[in-house]
């Protein structure tokens, strides 16, 4: 991925498999948000290939827009976290349903006509709803508004909307940010479950905590080449990944 003259991204090759937690890390700056952008559609790639192994074939994520990547099944959230603050956590959890819901009613027609196949698509979606509120632990709070919540508690809830799409691909842009030591380690056991369903995991994180503790295979990027793909115990002992850190002031693989 190029910005003009600044190459953010050079040749980086990775697979994050199924039903594992892929953990993206490197120093400020090493490309690691720049990947997820391409990977989710915020960005065209200026040249490679990124492919989804969907359930129904393979899916070329660097042809399509946002919204169609979002539709194959990538989900994501945010380092800022984006939700919608005036809506109640429960419409968050709906609207990230829309697009199912509106098809599975024919887009609209078969509410207007009041056939039955609405209610039960929604009724669906609120069951989901309720499972991922349960999931996360917000269940006592469906009906307050979201900007209302706590911060750990709006960070979770971006998990449970992004689980609401069903995504094959589940990619979380720094999680652990601005957590407590309880609420990381609560964070940690909820992307574990969900890893458990199935859904494959990328996790870019800069708590060493978190992604030596859950992670299956680490990838680290730096000044937007990779320089190590490997398990976490051997990650965390490889040179390469020691000097990019070290290089980086007080911050080290630990
Ligand atoms: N839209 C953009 N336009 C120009 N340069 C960009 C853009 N987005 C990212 N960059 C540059 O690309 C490089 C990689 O940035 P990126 O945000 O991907 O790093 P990162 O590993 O996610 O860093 P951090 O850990 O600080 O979030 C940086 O030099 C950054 O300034």
Redesign the pocket.
């Known amino acids: 991925m190029r ?2 003259g ?1 190459t ?2 050079n040749e980086v090759g990775f697979r994050a498999a199924r039903g594992e937690i892929t953990a993206v890390i ?10 997820f ?1 391409c990977i989710t559609g915020f ?1 065209r790639p200026t040249a490679g290939t990124i492919r989804l192994h969907a359930a129904t074939g393979v899916v070329e994520l660097h042809r399509l827009s946002g919204h169609r990547i979002a539709r194959a099944g990538v989900a994501r959230t945010f ?1 800022n976290i984006r939700l919608f603050a005036g809506m109640t956590v429960l419409e968050n959890l709906l609207v990230a349903q829309h697009n199912t819901l509106m098809a599975a009613t024919g887009w609209g027609i078969g509410a207007v006509l009041g056939l039955s196949r609405y209610p039960r698509a929604e009724r669906a979606a609120i069951e989901r709803a309720t499972h991922w509120l349960n999931e996360t632990r917000l269940l006592a709070r469906a009906d307050d508004p979201a900007g209302a919540l706590p911060y750990g508690d709006q960070r979770r809830l971006e998990i449970a909307r992004a689980m609401c799409t069903e995504p094959a691909l589940l990619c979380l842009d ?1 999680p652990a940010a601005g957590l407590n030591p309880r609420e990381s380690e609560e964070l940690s056991a909820l992307i574990r479950r969900i890893r458990d369903t199935g859904t494959s995991v990328l996790l ?1 994180e ?1 708590d060493m905590g978190v992604v030596m503790g859950i992670s299956d295979r680490v990838v680290v ?1 730096d000044h ?1 080449v990779l320089i190590a793909d490997d398990l976490p115990a051997r990650v965390r002992q490889d040179r390469a990944v020691i000097a990019a850190y070290l290089g980086e002031d007080e911050e080290a693989v630990s």
């Open positions: 910005f003009g600044l953010a991204v490197g120093p400020n700056g090493a490309g690691k948000t720049t990947c952008n960005y380092q720094e870019i800069h990027l937007g």
